[in-house]
């Protein structure tokens, strides 16, 4: 089976992007695995399928696969390159694009200069909605949010940490370091993504705040490992810090692939994600 596709990146965070809107995409973990693979395959953090939906006023439906081959709820450098494909392709002439994911409809503005604006929607707080299993753990209040202890342990690593959980439609831990550069992310990553409180998994964010308005972050993904930027990531650790009341909004958010600019207005509110989106090629894969 042949399938085109078009390789993209969000400030570095790389796609695998199909077409299912004109071709018939139904691939197996196997499969996705074998397309994010960087050296037998074409190599991808994520892997995303542009569809047609059926829904009234709404323009897509777009799915997102790790590239451990598990689909996702949300992805926020993978909409704004959603946004950029359709655009491109042309697709759609609709500015603001509306398009449904797994963890609902999000709205996508293509700015003047070329980056793009997600509406990333409401974070969400809630444990079960997380899901975080806290029970059992004495939280410390900071500003509004809860800060709750993590106990990391294997034979390399036996450690508490303080982390912040948030929903941006997909799970999200995430943790003020001092120093982004000498951050534990490779030995803490898959401890955290993998740990038992985390029923669904979840995304590592390592952050260094620079000021009031500016941060560093790395992320190590849920399903892909440290990528170069995690645009979900970047809302959440923006949302963490002014729920701590240690950031305001707006937040730009330095990855080590790129610039996120972040808007949060507090609880209640939409977070606002600009950032870009590339193509870097178009291609053949035959499966
Ligand atoms: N790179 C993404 C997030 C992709 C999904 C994530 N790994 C998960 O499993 O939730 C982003 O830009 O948000």
């Known amino acids: 089976m042949k399938l085109k596709f078009t390789k993209m990146h969000g400030a570095g965070n790389d796609f695998v992007v199909f077409n299912g809107c004109d071709q018939d995409i ?10 994010a693979d960087r050296r037998f395959g074409i190599g991808a953090d994520q ?53 449904e994911t797994k ?27 997380i899901p ?15 800060v709750w202890p993590l106990f990391l342990d294997n034979e390399s690593v036996s450690q508490e940490i303080d982390i912040s959980v948030v929903s941006m439609g997909n799970p999200h831990a995430v943790q003020v370091v001092r120093n982004i550069d000498e951050a534990p992310v490779a030995s803490q990553g898959p401890l ?34 440290e990528t170069l930027a995690c645009g979900t990531g970047a809302c959440a650790a923006a949302v963490a810090g002014i729920r701590r009341g240690l950031l305001d909004s707006p937040v730009t958010v330095k990855a080590r692939g790129g610039i996120l600019e972040i808007a949060w207005n507090g609880y209640g509110h939409d977070v606002m994600m600009t950032g870009p989106a ?8 035959d499966l």
């Open 26 to 35: 139904n691939l197996t973990t196997a499969q996705f695995r074998f397309i």
């Open 47 to 99: 892997i995303l399928i542009v569809e047609k939906t059926e829904k009234a006023g709404i323009d897509f439906r777009y799915r997102i696969f790790n590239a451990d081959g598990g689909e996702v709820e949300q992805c926020g450098n993978g909409a704004r390159a959603f946004a950029r494909y359709v655009t491109d392709f042309k697709m759609t002439s609709h500015n603001p694009i509306r398009v």
């Open 103 to 129: 963890a609902g409809i999000i709205e996508l503005f293509i700015e003047n200069n070329g980056t793009v604006t997600v509406n990333m929607g409401k974070p969400e707080f809630a444990h079960a909605r």
């Open 132 to 146: 975080f299993d806290a029970n059992g753990l004495k939280g410390t209040p900071t500003g509004d949010d809860t």
């Open 192 to 225: 955290i993504e993998n740990h038992k409180r985390f029923p669904n998994r979840v995304n590592a964010g390592f952050m260094e705040i620079e000021n009031r308005h500016s941060i560093r972050l790395r992320v190590f993904e849920r399903g892909a490992g």
């Open 278 to 285: 590339v193509i870097v090629f178009n291609g053949e894969i």
